[in-house]
């Protein structure tokens, strides 16, 4: 019996924990990300050929393959929980030529020098880090009429630290706006040009930020880890498939559950969970869409993709594209983009202030200058100011069994 939503698992099973990176130093350590064990080409030949599986297999290392395939049965159904959703990050090299940004222990000590601290002083304050005396001298940096003021909440009374942006040409998206132009970039998987980014721009020389999708850029990484096992969970469906690799007329449906997921024991959310709609969402977005290649690919649409109320509460899209391809093991993965608020992006770092400032390495009144800067879209009828920013995001997802509310 096939259930509406539903994939028997098969394929590739992950069996072992991805580690942690640390950057660790004498003034203590930064947490940068998350790496899988294969590399980028391994991945690729991994994904192309499954044969080649014990040859890339680190010694150790479990696999579980099924390949057999079901026949489609026209108008089919696929539902998928969202495992992973944080920012496409595209490093190489290449994309910042003058290096990376520097981490809080050196950023710190160059704002205590503008704020006029004799270099011994500098070193005092800063001698216990990530502890000391800096901790309320660099959070009321700023200054209104020469009085301290709280830089997060305020982040425009302190000069610009003018971040080092990406300048190359790698970066993950779709080309919103029908242009290609010197600010745009290449997609390395689907090699569309024109692609319109320009928060990586801002924010990918951000040491933090200097890693390849799929792995996992540390930050944002833990901003969506430590909402999962409380909010509710992101659902999508794709809907009226005749054609597995080519078919021009599919829905995509985005949703929000009442369910929150169930982890496996790598931390990752459980493939074939049963979850509940939610039938006051206020998520849901049905999209028109195509299958080619066996890539979903959307129609431009607007979305308003609920989260977690205290952290991440809202993810606003407008002229978003989904493309995601439908994986033999029944997963999903591909890129979520669009534009999005750029203030609403600033404050899901500021409001963790000194904390995430100096743990994860990122200059936050940097961060707000550069999101200003380079924001694309969405002018002030007034000021002419860009309110918007394009994006794109990193979407992982597991196969799900998605179950409606009966109706009364």
């Known amino acids: 019996m096939q259930l509406p939503g539903f994939t028997a698992p098969g394929g590739l099973k992950w069996l072992g924990a991805s580690p942690i990176y640390m950057n660790c130093g004498g003034a203590g350590c930064f947490l940068l990300g998350r790496r899988s064990m294969f590399s980028d080409q391994e991945l690729i030949l991994f994904k192309n050929n499954r044969n080649l599986a014990k040859r890339l297999m680190p010694a150790g290392v479990g696999i579980a393959f099924c390949l057999a395939s079901a026949p489609v049965m026209a108008g089919e159904t696929r539902g ?22 520097p ?15 004799e270099n011994h002083e500098v070193e005092d304050l ?15 940096r700023g200054r209104v009429n020469g009085e301290p003021v709280n830089v997060y909440a305020s982040p425009w009374t302190q000069p610009d630290p003018k971040l080092k942006p990406v300048t190359g040409k790698r970066g993950f998206g779709f080309n919103l706006d029908g242009k290609d132009d010197g600010n745009d970039f290449v997609d390395p998987v689907s090699n569309e040009p ?20 799929p792995d996992l850029p540390i930050y944002p990484y833990a901003q969506w880890d430590l909402t999962r096992d409380t909010a509710p969970a992101w659902l999508i469906e794709i809907r009226d498939i005749d054609d597995f690799q080519n078919d021009e ?18 931390g990752d959310a459980l493939a074939d969970m049963t979850l509940r709609v939610d039938p006051n969402s206020r998520s849901r977005t049905v999209v028109h869409g195509s299958l080619v290649d066996g890539v979903v690919k959307s129609e431009a649409f607007d979305a308003k993709l609920e989260a977690d109320p205290m952290l991440l509460p809202l993810f606003e899209f407008t002229g978003a594209r989904l493309r995601l391809s439908l ?10 983009g669009g534009y999005r608020p750029w203030e609403a992006k600033y404050w899901s770092y500021a409001q963790g202030a000194w904390i995430v400032e100096h743990s994860a390495g990122i200059d936050i009144p940097g961060v707000y200058y550069a999101l200003k800067k380079h924001a694309d879209a969405d002018p002030d009828p007034e000021t002419g100011e860009n309110r918007a920013i394009s994006t794109a995001w990193w979407v992982d997802a597991q196969p799900a069994i998605i179950v409606y509310p009966e109706k009364s």
Not at 126 to 139: C, E, L, W
Request: hydrophobic letters at 40%.
């Open 80 to 101: 998928f929980v969202v495992d992973w959703f944080h920012v496409a990050t595209a490093y190489v090299e290449s994309n910042c030529p003058e290096g990376l940004n």
């Open 103 to 117: 981490l809080s222990d050196e950023f710190y000590k160059r704002e205590l020098r503008r704020l006029g601290y």
């Open 126 to 140: 800063m001698k216990d880090f990530p502890n000391g005396g800096y901790i309320p001298v660099t959070t009321m």
């Open 194 to 213: 024109g692609v319109d980014n320009q928060m990586y721009r801002a924010m990918g020389c951000i040491q933090n930020f200097a890693f390849h999708a």
């Open 249 to 266: 007329d599919v829905t995509i449906i985005f949703d929000k559950s009442v369910d929150a997921i169930s982890r496996d024991t790598n």
């Open 327 to 336: 994986d033999e093991d029944g997963t999903a993965q591909g890129i979520l």
